[in-house]
């Protein structure tokens, strides 16, 4: 019960289980899914009968069901296995158990991710707190032998499940050795089945032959839902997590229009605005979503997901952000290659006090402001004065970018946003 004094409180509550629009919740059946729910059943049968387990990869975009069917047939199979054990004799009972890795947790301050820091993680995640390993001391083969070590005090089926695999980039020692691990007699008590998940599909081409063979034993490509599938998803998500008279079919319509239209059919998009769209109508005192609430919980999100992107980025391109942020807030933009330069090497050495870290040549910042030109962070601008005046280029936020979104970016990796002396920056 809310108290009605708090500066907390809303006037109306239409929000009756926030849970069912959170993204980690795994719904009780999955809608949209027939196909692929009957591959990916037929994928994880054999665990269930005791057979030998098989690999799969899958693929597809934000957003489309992959981590949502993953769990909820993980959470299936864990429990129809358990009352199949109930009716076996001890000696016939099947043993399971999964792990879920999520490669991006492994990924160090330059953005990279390896086989050795996965490995290290899952030796860690079998292990109790106090025993486990360090990420970094130990070579890479020994890694490997205690890998091998823990997994083999297990029986039955070990179930690897690796979300964005495509952090760990052409380092692929781990997605060779871990499918083959019981033929190539490293294991011998337990067997290691291993699910990739993907949101980039160039990387399952990229992958070498010995790799493919093993580990995309089978795929399963994710489409992006229809704009009705996602109407039929949020219908049922919005049955469970609102108040009946909260919203209206026309809540519905114009969420799943405006997922599918903005973010290629993604659920996860679409449940998240339905939500915040609530959030929005709860602050306006309304007692139903209206469209200007969800217009405005569509654009509270594309900005959120603006900065997220920037977050996203490597070191290099957010100090290049920061400069160009710090030369925007002074009113020198748009500015030239060697002013970003400038700017940008003062920002490095003001958030690298500590590490010593020198910044890159003006060529090597280039290189990074090019990539930040493409994704579409920075528009860049020709100017020609002629034959005398001559040409050059100069840099420029795009629309979508702003000193806020970049210094919100900032705080989000740890860091305050510092104050920076531009004078002498401009020629």
């Known amino acids: 019960m809310e108290d009605p004094d708090s500066i907390f409180a809303d006037e109306v509550d239409l929000i009756r289980d ?102 290290v993680g899952i030796v860690n995640r079998l292990r109790e707190p106090g025993n486990r390993i360090n990420a970094t001391g130990y070579a890479p083969q020994d890694v ?152 405005q919980a569509d654009k509270d999100l594309e900005y959120g997901n603006i900065v997220e992107s920037i977050v996203d980025q490597d070191q290099e391109k957010l100090f290049i952000l920061a400069a160009i942020a710090h030369l925007d807030e002074a009113g020198l933009t748009p500015a030239r290659t060697r002013t970003i330069h400038a700017a940008y090497s003062r920002v490095v050495r003001a958030y690298n006090t500590t590490s010593g870290k020198e910044p890159l040549t003006q060529r090597g910042m280039f290189n990074h402001l090019s990539k930040l030109v493409m994704f579409g962070f920075v528009r860049t601008i020709d100017r020609n004065k002629g034959a005398r005046g001559g040409q050059w280029n100069e840099h420029e936020f795009s629309d979508e970018i702003d000193i806020q979104k970049v210094q919100e970016a900032i705080q989000e990796h740890g860091r305050e946003w510092e104050s920076i002396e531009l004078r002498g920056v401009v020629e």
């Open 18 to 119: 926030a849970a069912v629009l959170e993204e980690d919740y795994t719904p009780d059946r999955i809608l949209c899914r027939d196909e692929v729910l009957t591959r990916y059943t037929s994928v994880l049968k054999p665990i269930y009968k005791g057979r030998p387990p098989q690999n799969a990869f899958l693929y597809g975009d934000t957003g489309v069901g992959k981590t949502a069917v993953t769990k909820y047939l993980r959470r299936t199979l864990e429990r129809d296995i358990e009352q199949k054990n109930e009716q076996l004799p001890p000696s016939e009972q099947i043993s399971l158990t999964a792990l879920w890795i999520n490669c991006e947790n492994f990924t160090t301050s330059d953005h990279t991710t390896s086989s050795y820091q996965v490995a």
């Open 144 to 295: 490997y032998d205690l890998l091998y070590e823990e997994l083999d005090t297990l029986t039955g089926t070990v179930l690897i499940i690796l979300d964005e695999i495509d952090k760990l980039g052409s380092d692929d020692t781990l997605l060779y050795e871990l499918p083959r691990s019981r033929d190539i007699g490293y294991l011998e008590t337990v067997r290691v089945g291993v699910i990739g998940i993907s949101n980039d599909y160039t990387f399952r081409k990229n992958l070498s032959p010995k790799v493919k063979d093993s580990l995309c034993e089978t795929e399963i490509k994710f489409p992006a839902y229809d704009a009705d599938e996602l109407a039929t998803i949020l219908r049922d998500r919005a049955e469970r997590a609102l108040f009946e008279g909260a919203y209206t079919q026309e809540t519905i319509s114009l969420c799943s229009a405006l997922a599918y239209k903005e973010a290629s059919g993604s659920a996860r998009r679409a449940i998240r605005l339905l939500r915040r769209s609530a959030e929005v109508a709860e602050e306006d005192g309304s007692e139903q979503i209206k469209p200007p609430h969800i217009r």
